[in-house]
């Protein structure tokens, strides 16, 4: 059975029945109705309920599943992460910051969002934020975020300030074992370290686990033509973007998009949120040295020159 945004990814999988090429890939809550043939039961049980499946009721199967846990809104980041499941598509952090321009290390953020998504994309909890850059917002950044001058300097907070609070965000998440999501991660985390080194703060150097769904579809679906850009992918992947280049919708979305890519590639993707991590430097680098070699070719790059792997942080 094949589900596209929004319903949840795969809870678990039957790969092998009595039928051959039968499986169950998602199981709806038990509040909605069920094919025909499969009967689900849930069975009370000590400290986690069981989910029996029978299928025709010749084959059964003991799946045992967390308990969903519930937090309202308004909690604390502290008490979310305090809670979170073991399985990282079960609560994912998510990160993004519109900026003054796209040089990591001279330009500055103008708003922040760290925010935390169950395994549906639904929004746990989250956090903005504007600040002040101290400099002018150049006409082409605010014609992208819709973010001026005068606007940030007369609602914005202090930018030393934003900054250390959205690295605490991000720490306390990164602590507790939560993937945080970003788009094109290495932009979003080396501004965010370039900013912290400018107000003379502790920053985020290793951040780990970072899940960048740029760079997991670039490998996974590597010869699919067309842009790469969010809003592209999103789309390609049937999640919802409103509002592009606004930080929360972007995080959001980005979330969505890891979500659907955990679904769609599970067979290749590591459950563990550091083993994925680990990855994704590799396949960053690996794309960095083939573009590098295509630059060159083209005359964009001089055979000297080289572009920075690094990830997730330059």
């Given at each position: 059975m094949t589900r596209s945004w929004p319903d949840p990814p795969p809870l678990f999988e039957?790969?092998?029945?009595?039928?051959?090429?039968?499986?169950?890939?998602?199981?709806?809550?038990?509040?909605?109705?069920?094919?025909?043939?499969?009967?689900?039961?849930?069975?009370?049980?000590?400290?986690?309920?069981?989910?029996?499946?029978?299928?025709?009721?010749?084959?059964?199967?003991?799946?045992?599943?967390?308990?969903?846990?519930?937090?309202e809104a308004e909690a604390s980041v502290e008490a979310l992460v305090e809670v979170a499941p073991d399985r990282w598509t079960s609560r994912i952090g998510v990160f993004d910051l519109e900026t003054t321009g796209v040089d990591v290390a001279e330009d500055r953020i103008v708003t922040a969002y760290?925010?935390?998504?169950?395994?549906?994309?639904?929004?746990?909890?989250?956090?903005?934020?504007?600040?002040?850059?101290?400099?002018?917002?150049?006409?082409?950044?605010?014609?992208?975020?819709?973010?001026?001058?005068?606007?940030?300097?007369?609602?914005?907070?202090?930018?030393?300030?934003?900054?250390?609070?959205?690295?605490?965000?991000?720490?306390?998440?990164?602590?507790?074992?939560i993937p945080v999501v970003a788009y094109n991660a290495a932009y979003d985390f080396s501004l965010l370290k370039y900013e912290g080194e400018r107000h003379g703060l502790e920053c985020l150097d290793s951040p780990a686990p970072v899940i960048d769904p740029l760079v997991i579809d670039k490998t996974l679906d590597r010869y699919r033509k067309g842009k790469r850009t969010l809003d592209v992918v999103a789309a390609h992947y049937a999640v919802p973007l409103e509002s592009a280049h606004e930080a929360s919708a972007d995080?959001?979305?980005?979330?969505?998009?890891?979500?659907?890519?955990?679904?769609?590639?599970?067979?290749?993707?590591?459950?563990?949120?550091?083993?994925?991590?680990?990855?994704?430097?590799?396949?960053?680098?690996?794309?960095?040295?083939?573009?590098?070699e295509y630059f060159i070719s083209i005359g964009r790059l001089e055979p000297t020159e080289a572009l920075d792997g690094s990830w997730p942080v330059r």
């Open positions: 039957l790969d092998e029945l009595d039928h051959p090429g039968e499986a169950i890939t998602w199981v709806p809550p038990v509040e909605t109705a069920v094919e025909v043939e499969t009967l689900v039961e849930v069975v009370a049980s000590e400290p986690e309920p069981v989910i029996e499946v029978h299928v025709e009721t010749v084959v059964e199967a003991t799946v045992e599943v967390a308990p969903a846990v519930r937090v760290v925010g935390l998504l169950d395994a549906s994309g639904e929004v746990v909890h989250e956090e903005h934020w504007l600040a002040d850059p101290g400099t002018e917002i150049p006409e082409g950044a605010t014609a992208v975020h819709g973010i001026t001058t005068e606007h940030a300097r007369a609602h914005g907070r202090p930018a030393e300030e934003v900054v250390a609070e959205v690295t605490a965000a991000l720490r306390t998440l990164l602590a507790g074992g995080a959001i979305a980005a979330g969505r998009v890891a979500l659907a890519l955990a679904n769609r590639f599970a067979d290749r993707l590591p459950e563990d949120p550091l083993e994925l991590h680990t990855r994704q430097i590799g396949w960053a680098r690996e794309q960095a040295e083939s573009l590098t």
